[in-house]
């Protein structure tokens, strides 16, 4: 999610090191099930774009602001699978290696859609956040696509 939606913000992509430290937020936070990385990612892209930067700086005035609507909005993303949880939305016990192995393998019936359909919605969740939250984004995107 940072690595895909971080050019919303800016125009330079987020640094290899900030990707690494992303890494264990997959699986749930570190494998456990617990709260989606999407959700995480998505946050990311907020703090990496509106956090502040030093000790002596100041967050942006909308990053609380925008923070907490993307996280109501990914609770009505994932309503209609029980929760915010990993284990809600992808259903892999990721410590059971053949569930891990047959999750990737994907297909039609894979749970791993749901995971697709998440990250899919919560990418346009946030990038409607930054259009109706800065315009001038929205004008460039339209710019883009002419």
């Not at 956040?129 to 800065?134: A, K, R, T």
Request: charged share 25%; with cysteine; aromatic share 8%.
């Amino acid at each position: 999610m940072l690595g895909a939606c971080a050019g919303l913000f800016r125009d330079e992509p987020p640094t290899d090191e900030l990707m690494a430290a992303m890494a264990p937020f997959g699986g749930g936070m570190g494998s456990s099930g617990q709260i989606c990385g999407t959700l995480s990612g998505a946050l990311a892209v907020i703090g990496y774009t509106l956090g502040k930067t030093g000790v002596d700086s100041r967050d942006h005035k909308l990053m609380w602001k925008l923070s907490y609507k993307m996280v109501k909005r990914f609770e009505e993303i994932c309503q209609e699978f029980g929760g915010t949880d990993c284990s809600d939305i992808a259903r892999v016990d990721w410590h059971d290696r053949a569930a891990v192995k047959e999750f990737y393998k994907g297909g039609p019936d894979s749970n791993r859609n749901n995971c697709y359909q998440v990250i899919r919605a919560t990418a346009l969740a946030l990038h409607d956040l930054v259009s109706e939250h800065f315009p001038e984004q929205k004008k460039q995107d339209q710019d883009n696509a002419s």
